[in-house]
């Protein structure tokens, strides 16, 4: 009777200790502060910081429940985080950002982590193409309605050379890079560190960088709308921080690390992990050295000086607004979760 009782004691106490917990469990979700996020594109190795965070609970830890939602081009993301209410933060090509924030569109930088400019010309590794000059007379392949194309007549234009002097196949986004990969063109105009990786599997290849030719500007990082920088300030400065922090810890030798994470996180995507370990290498350049006393994304107003100058060269911004207007400032502290990301 009484091995019984206590069988009964013990299972009613154990039940009464996992309700205890899950009732703990509960609260401590509740307490989570939501942030929704738009991302620029299908899993990438520029979202290795987002899915790291998340995997180690960073986020978590910092007292935020964050939701990322895969895109589908960083001009869509920057409308709908700056036209909408359904997203809190926003990651795409800061560019696009400033030329819509020109346009009219309430958007700011918060922290730029990719902070030179990631597009450029892909050709084949063995081909004697060194700069745009030596695009006379070959094929290039870009796509009229993106990101690049405005700058691909003041590309040539370092060379001495313009249009008429090569020819330029115009092709759909998603297919642009597969025609240059099968050898349909001589090269490619796209997101460098993006592609890369992938097309040199098939057609091995070197990059040549619109930024080494004085059309620089931030790349990747995150955005907010001025509302959501008002009513969500703390959250996505949290956010970007813990974010900031995460890279840092990826390139101080985690990068398969942030690899596994995507991959856990997007299965569904069938993911390469050797395309997305590529993917973060080729980025690293980008990212350039933090100024000095500063730590990865926070902005730089010299790079902004820059960018400006870049957009207005080619016509795609006015001169209304002057670089600061173009993000937000002392939100992106990295140093406050030092010691979390060492646990």
Do not use: C
């Not at 869509?76 to 700056?82: E, L, S």
């Not at 009219?104 to 700069?131: E, N, T, Y």
């Not at 030596?134 to 290039?140: E, Q």
């Not at 990101?147 to 002097?165: C, Q, T, V, Y």
Request: glycine share 8%.
């Amino acid at each position: 009777m009484m091995k019984k009782f206590l069988s009964k004691a013990w299972l009613k106490g154990g039940l009464g200790l996992v309700a205890f917990a899950m009732a703990a469990s509960a609260v401590a979700q509740q307490k989570l502060e939501p942030l929704s996020v738009r991302l620029d594109w299908t899993p990438w190795g520029i979202h290795g910081a987002f899915h790291l965070a998340k995997s180690k609970g960073w986020y978590e830890q910092a007292g935020l429940d964050v939701k990322l939602e895969d895109g589908n081009g960083s001009v869509t993301t920057v409308q709908i985080v700056g036209s909408g209410d359904s997203f809190d933060v926003g990651h795409a090509a800061l560019a696009s950002m400033m030329i819509a924030r020109d346009k009219g569109l309430p958007v700011k930088a918060v922290a730029p982590f990719a902070r030179r400019s990631d597009i450029g010309v892909l050709v084949p590794q063995d081909s004697d193409i060194k700069g745009p000059a030596d695009l006379k007379g070959k094929k290039l392949v870009y796509t009229a309605g993106s990101l690049e194309a405005p700058f691909i007549d003041a590309f040539l234009a370092e060379g001495g050379i313009k249009r008429s002097d090569l020819e330029l196949l115009n092709v759909e986004a998603a297919g642009k890079v597969t025609t240059y990969a099968v050898g349909r063109a001589d090269a490619v105009v796209s997101t460098i560190p993006f592609v890369i990786a992938s097309v040199s599997e098939r057609r091995p290849s070197r990059a040549i960088s619109f930024a080494d030719y004085g059309l620089n500007m931030p790349s990747f990082g995150i955005f907010a709308s001025e509302e959501k920088l008002k009513t969500k300030h703390d959250q996505i400065s949290r956010f970007a921080s813990v974010t900031a922090r995460a890279w840092q810890y990826i390139y101080d030798g985690h990068q398969d690390e942030a690899v596994k994470a995507i991959m856990e996180q997007r299965p569904q995507a069938r993911l390469d992990a050797k395309i997305l370990r590529g993917q973060i290498d080729a980025l690293y350049e980008y990212f350039g050295k933090p100024a000095k006393g500063e730590r990865i994304g926070v902005p730089v107003p010299a790079d902004w000086d820059e960018a400006v100058k870049t957009l207005r060269s080619v016509d795609v911004i006015s001169d209304k607004l002057q670089a600061a207007d173009f993000y937000a400032t002392d939100l992106v502290h990295p140093e406050k979760y030092d010691e979390m990301v060492a646990k």
